[in-house]
């Protein structure tokens, strides 16, 4: 008798139970229409969708904000970053080491130039390496699961990577991962494979 149907393809689900070790990825079986309640057109309970409503996207607004001369917000730029790269946990002293990464080609020599003189595109690719990284926090807080659960996600998305901590997934998760994550998570509380807080 078939229970489930193994996949990994996307939109399963994946399952790492130590208890009875079983360990891969599995679609639930569609329940027949009769089994299901009034209204509901899938098997899925509603899930939490607060993540996706968030307010516009922090750099958007940050520059969205003109000075008083229509210029680029450097100033609330660089306090976006600042604050991103602060709740991700990266010590300031690797914060230069990442701008680099990002933008080989620049003119700064430090994270005080970065903050001074990085011109708009810098910051733009800088703030786009730090926001995937800092979205992997959100899910966390918003789903209320560990955050040690949402890098098991991201280990199975990035095999060749070694993801020890939220500071080794700069430069390798980009929005798409986020995006591939949350459905994982999404998909793990729907099913009762993963304990909220």
């Known amino acids: 008798m078939k229970i489930v149907e193994c996949s990994n393809a996307p939109g399963a689900t994946y399952i790492n139970d130590k208890k ?5 990825y599995w ?3 569609q329940l027949p229409a009769w089994a299901l309640p009034t209204g509901n057109n899938n098997n899925n309970p509603p899930i939490n969708n607060n993540f996706n409503k968030q307010k ?7 520059t969205n904000k003109k000075s008083n001369n229509g210029e680029f917000n450097r100033e609330e730029t660089c306090k976006k970053i600042n604050s991103h790269l602060t709740r991700t946990g990266l010590p300031e002293k690797w914060w230069f080491n990442l701008f680099q990464q990002v933008s080989p ?11 001074r003189l990085a011109n708009e595109e810098e910051l733009k690719r800088f703030y786009f390496v730090i926001k995937p990284v800092h979205d992997l926090l959100n899910i966390s807080d918003m789903y209320k699961v560990s955050l040690e659960h949402v890098l098991e996600q991201v280990q199975i998305l990035l095999p060749k990577v070694n993801v020890t901590d939220l500071t080794s997934c700069f430069t390798h998760v980009d929005k798409d991962i986020v995006r ?9 509380i729907s099913n009762n494979l993963v304990q909220t807080a």
């Open 180 to 188: 591939d994550v949350l459905e994982m998570v999404r998909g793990n």
């Open 56 to 62: 516009t996207d922090a750099f958007t607004t940050a």
């Open 20 to 24: 009875n070790n079983v360990k891969g």
């Open 105 to 115: 080609n620049t003119k700064c020599q430090n994270y005080n130039d970065l903050v």
């Open 27 to 29: 679609n639930p079986p």
